[in-house]
RNA sequence: GCCCCCAUCGUCUAGCGGUCUAGGAUUCCGCCCUUUCACGGCGGCGGCACGGGUUCGAACCCCGUUGGGGGUACCA
């Protein structure tokens, strides 16, 4: 019997600690949902914990509006989270903006440790000293305030300068393994000492970002390929960190490929596609957007992608993760959406067409209890003929609209029309002849065993001809849900009037 | 300039040295089913970037080239 690794892996490394931490700047997107399903699958995998920290540490960007629709989003998505914001926990406050005394107090103890140091140099003085020692003007800070006495750290302030806090980079290759791309290293010196703190005393990204890790236990962050670069300065910063005390260890990294647009640029706030809750208004359902997300950069097996999240949970494994960048395709992204529609059963898909007939101005209501008897009969009955047919949600009130127009007043698309054969006038007729004549209890089977009769055997008209005139009177096009079944749903006086409707209207 | 990452059908991927004349999905094109459209079924087009190694054997390992991407901020 073969021993499980993971279960191994977890029995001797501390619990798994994820995090999903954005910044609350503007609506989510899909690059960044990915990243938390990402994390919240191995959390979920692992039996770890899945943490929400919200990164508002730029007032000018953030927004509580864009906090709302984060949560709205991973609620949504069904990414549910065990601890930070909304659920509490023993290493809040999880938003950065009600962290700031932490930082300044990490800064002082790296300043204290000599881990960090003041640096008054502008940019523009680090610039002029590459250019005149033959250097490319943009090789980043060059050290010069590393080793500052006291004497002249004051004679800068003197002159009115505030320092940036600079974080001293060691002078050595720094390596790590990285989950997805394996081992990596920046050789020593490639890495300028970079700033932490502005001069205004304002926390950087770069500082915040690793202190929060370290000080709510991460163990494993799972990120977008863009934050590789600097993860030695995170590195380093942890090193730092451990020798305070302030962290247990350096956590391990993993670096999630890009999430692609058109052309090979990543796939940007500009790209209609890359926001989630557009395309949840164009009808994608969550279990079709989860699936598809999971499938960029990760697969569940050879022969398959069509997945529950559950499924996803069970299976993933962040080893397995692909290197490569993803192009978002909607293309197969509906194809997967199409697949989970047909997955819904027939009531809850019927429940889940409400709300988008409804901005369609088609029903009465957005929820199925709240629409009026007639109306809440038609979707049930009309959702299981469409459910196969439908890719997105939004597809559906074109399809089902025929139902909601008044019988002497269906709408005739003009290529219908146009459609329509010489025979039409006589077709319709005996339609009407049958309806007429046959009792009002037929089912679908029997109602176009007997059309049939009158139309195909009694005209020889063949089928694709015969039944064209009698789809076009009901709905107005030439293409409509199953038409015996829709004929029932819209009932017999209903049928009569849209038949003689269209013949006078050709005649 | 310097540093890092990436490279299998158009796209997403399987592949982790022999089972690969490279599998699946999507797209597109045929055919079947059929009252339309779908669904479903069947079939087709289409790919290991290039060059060197290593090896009995390479899509898979190493090196290089080329091509793409990212970083190099008192942005995140």
Known sequence: MELNSDLMHTASAPAVRVRFCPSPTGTPHVGLIRTALFNWAYARHTGGTFVLR?????????????????????????????????????????????????????????????????????????????????????????????????????????????????????????????????????????????????????????????????????????????????????????????????????????????????????????????????????????????????????????????????????????????????????????????????????????ERIVPIMHSAGLVSAPTMPALALKERRILTEAAPLIRERTVLLGDVPTQLSFFFTPDDAVPYQDSALASLGGDAAQVLAAAQAVLEAEPADLDAPSLQQVLRAALVDGLGIRPKVAFAPIRVALTGRTVSPPLFESMLILGRPSCQTRLRTLSTHLA
């Open 54 to 350: 919200i990164e508002d540490t730029d007032p000018a960007r953030d927004s509580e509006e864009s906090v709302r629709q984060l949560l709205d989003a991973l609620d949504w998505l069904g990414l549910d989270w065990d601890e930070g914001v909304g659920k509490g926990g023993q290493y809040g406050p999880y938003r950065q903006s009600e962290r700031m005394e932490l930082y300044a107090d990490v800064a002082a103890k790296l300043v204290a440790g000599g881990f960090a140091y003041e640096s008054y140099s502008t940019p523009e003085e680090v610039e002029a000293r590459h250019v005149a020692g033959g250097r490319d003007a943009k090789t980043g800070y060059d050290g010069f305030d590393r080793n500052l006495t006291a004497e002249q750290r004051a004679a800068y302030r003197a002159e009115g300068r505030t320092p940036v806090l600079r974080l001293r980079m060691p002078d050595e290759d720094i390596e790590f393994t990285d989950l997805v791309r394996g081992k990596v290293v920046f050789p020593a010196g490639s890495v300028p000492d970079y700033a932490i703190v502005r001069a205004s005393g304002h926390p950087l990204y770069t500082l915040v970002n690793p202190v929060d890790d370290a000080l709510m236990r991460i163990t494993h962050v799972l990120r977008g390929e863009d934050l590789l670069s600097s993860t030695p300065r995170q590195i380093a910063l942890y090193r730092a960190l451990v020798e305070l005390g302030l962290a247990e260890r350096v956590p391990q990294f993993g670096h999630l490929p890009y999430v692609m647009g058109r052309g090979n640029r990543k796939l940007s706030k500009r790209d209609p596609e890359s926001s989630l809750f557009l395309l949840r208004e164009q009808g994608f359902i969550p279990e079709g957007l989860d699936n598809y997300l999971g499938l960029l950069g990760w697969s569940i097996g050879p022969d398959r992608d069509v997945f529950a999240l559950s499924e996803m949970a069970e299976r993933f494994d962040i080893a397995h993760v692909s290197p490569n960048p993803a192009r978002f395709d909607l293309d197969k992204a509906k194809a997967i959406n199409a697949a989970h529609i047909r997955a819904l059963d027939p009531g809850d898909f019927a």
